[in-house]
């Protein structure tokens, strides 16, 4: 078994009693150091502390597998990092997206509704015209990217 799927697994078992959800992990098999990166979320959104508190307990595990020296680090996604799962779209409502469609199509505009599978968006309005809302199925979604507003 390698060394990811045993963190999948170790990951998955400390979760399962939990809201969390794994949204990415990332193994480098370096020579060097090995990295373990594990992101993680729930619908509520995860805190450093509860990141801290299940690093502790991932890393004793992992610990008692890996003889060579190696970097774990948990967290949540970042503000930039792409939205991969329905439940990240939900907690999304409300907030600006930019999509990049299979197609390689782009639309920017407001997240309004997550239905089975599909969004809506409300496309900028452009020229003072507003467009009408467009409804997605996840899977003609490349990628979909929170747009971080500072106004």
Sequence with gaps: MSLKETVIRLV???????D???VDIVVSDSKIKRKVTVFLDSDTGITIDECTAFSRELGNRLEEIIDDAFTLEVSSPGADSPLKFERQYV???G???RITKTDGSEIKGKL?????G????EP?????IKPEAVTLPLEEIREA???ISFK
């Excluded at 998955?12 to 939990?18: L, N, P, R, S, V």
């Excluded at 309004?112 to 089975?116: L, S």
């Excluded at 900028?124 to 003072?128: D, I, S």
Aim: aromatic share 6%; glycine share 4%.
């Design 12 to 18: 998955d078992g400390q979760i399962a009693e939990t």
């Design 91 to 93: 907690k999304n409502i």
């Design 95 to 97: 907030r600006s997206l």
């Design 124 to 128: 900028e309005a452009k020229k003072k």
């Design 118 to 121: 599909t969004v809506v968006i």
């Design 112 to 116: 309004t509704e997550v239905n089975n």
């Design 20 to 22: 969390y959800y794994v």
């Design 145 to 147: 990217k929170v747009i």
